[in-house]
């Protein structure tokens, strides 16, 4: 079984940064994708954020040359760097990995999410 701890959130003003880290802890075999997804309210849960194994990234629009995804292979752990932040980034942040247990079992699990705050 693989979970996930969120850890960053919290309350900042626009234009300040965060940095919210995700860390998977279990039988792990390997890890392929690491995302960042967001929802805030009365809204849909979105993609802001993706980084496969390789170190390939993608971005929503609407956080490009904000936000930065990275990764640490070797501590299981996803990492959303995010600058010149604005009201309009409130949401909950979720993490969500997906992998292999072994060489055959995969695994596609969420975190518990993360509260960010960006007050005018």
């Known amino acids: 079984q693989v979970q996930l701890v969120e850890s960053g959130g919290g309350l900042v003003q626009a234009g300040g940064s965060l940095r919210l880290s995700c860390a998977a802890s279990?039988?792990?075999?390997?890890?392929?994708?690491m995302d960042w997804y967001r929802q805030a309210p009365g809204k849909q849960r979105e993609l802001v954020a993706a980084?496969?194994?390789?170190?390939?990234?993608n971005y929503a629009d609407s956080v490009k040359g904000r936000f930065t995804i990275s990764r640490d292979n070797a501590k299981n752990t996803a990492y959303l760097q995010m600058n010149s932040l604005k009201p309009e980034d409130t949401a909950v942040y979720y993490c969500n990995f997906r992998g292999l247990l072994t060489t055959t079992l995969e695994f596609d699990t969420w975190g518990q999410g993360t509260q960010v705050t960006v007050s005018s």
């Open positions: 980084i496969i194994r390789g170190g390939s990234t």
């Open positions: 279990g039988s792990i075999w390997r890890i392929n994708a």
